[in-house]
């Protein structure tokens, strides 16, 4: 018996010894994931400030967030888009709504821009379009110019979604990545426009900025030289934006006023990969739907700044998600769906119609002309596409 008692003694005192060890134990776990958290919480806190994520007087408030639409989906903007009556919606719009009017992007492994210019004997690809370069040496620039630039090229539906959504008086303005016009082509007004990257549409001299249209810039290209100013002789450049030199002012100027008021942004075929463009995604309000139409899903949040609550981008797939949509496809299928969706569909599908017939008769009678005036390039001209690269 006193064996036993003593046997059951030590038990209990083991049992005692193995308690204390787990609620040490559980203890040191507790501390630890304290400890944890509170370095995070610092780690988040400190990035923020320097960053500018939030105010000394904000910091210590929860962000809340508002349910703006009532599903996070295709039909929940729709519906927010009739009920809210929006006026101020933005567009963004990258190469993506332009490949089917045969305009190939700059990446795209075998019929992308760079994968083709190896006959040029560029130092790298890129160089057809860094400013340095070109001052040193524009022939090759203005070379893929002729051999691009004649032809004929129509918008897409894309481009007719976006003039509709002027045209019932939803749209505020348009933000492109593109150089290729097409807007312009498909009837947006100028003012309505702002190419971020810079447009054909006007050409200025390097070095007195004597401003030349284009139809005079085309003459020259076509005349086998590089263009120069009638003021002063200096270089004539094409008002897209080469490597090296900034943005235009007009954008900075219109991102200021326009996205404060933004009440739907829609994202087309764009990457969000290019900054500072990808980055508008984030000057709207908190309180802004933001639909994405693209082939793959872009401008998602870091996972590193979602676990620190910090930093930007689009939050598609988590639970928290209140106002971030991505329709995965092409994007003409996706405005097509938009406009039946809005009760817009004949109606894109009519102005499609009409406007590629009218542009195709243009071409004609301007390929005509081109014939009369230049018989020795006409042939490799209609196989040409108008600028059917140029777009970042």
Known sequence: MASSGSDEDKRQKGESSDDKDNDTSSKARRRRNSEDEGTVDMIRRYLAEKLGFFDDDKKEVPEEKTKVLTEASVDGVIKYIEEHN???????????????????????????????????????????????????????????????????????????????????????????????????????????????????????????????????????????????????????????????????????SCVEKDFPKCDLLIILGSSLAVQPFASLIDRVTKECPRLLINREKAGQRDRLMTLLRIGSGMDFDSDNNFRDVAWLGDCDEGCQMLADKLGWGDELRKLVTEEHARISKEQKEEASKRQAKHPSGQKKSEVSNPMKVLNM
């Open 86 to 252: 929006c006026r101020n919606v933005i567009t963004m719009a990258g190469a993506g709504i332009s490949t089917s009017a045969g305009i190939p992007d700059f990446r795209s492994p075998g019929s992308g821009l760079y994968h083709n210019l190896e006959k040029y004997k560029l130092p790298d690809p890129q160089a057809i379009f860094e400013i340095g370069f070109f001052r040193h040496n524009p022939q090759p620039f203005f070379t893929l110019a002729k051999e691009l630039y004649p032809g004929s090229f129509k918008p897409t539906t894309c481009h007719y979604f976006i003039r509709l959504l002027n045209e019932k008086g939803l749209l505020r303005r348009h933000y492109s990545q593109n150089i290729d016009t097409l807007e312009r082509v498909a009837g947006l007004p100028a003012e309505k426009i702002v190419e971020a990257h810079g447009t054909f549409h006007t050409s200025h001299c390097l070095e007195c900025r004597q401003e030349y249209a284009l139809d005079w810039m085309k003459e020259r290209i076509f005349s086998d030289s590089v263009p120069s100013c009638e003021k002063c002789n200096g270089v004539v450049k094409p008002d897209i934006v080469f490597f090296g030199e900034n943005l235009p002012s007009r954008f900075f």
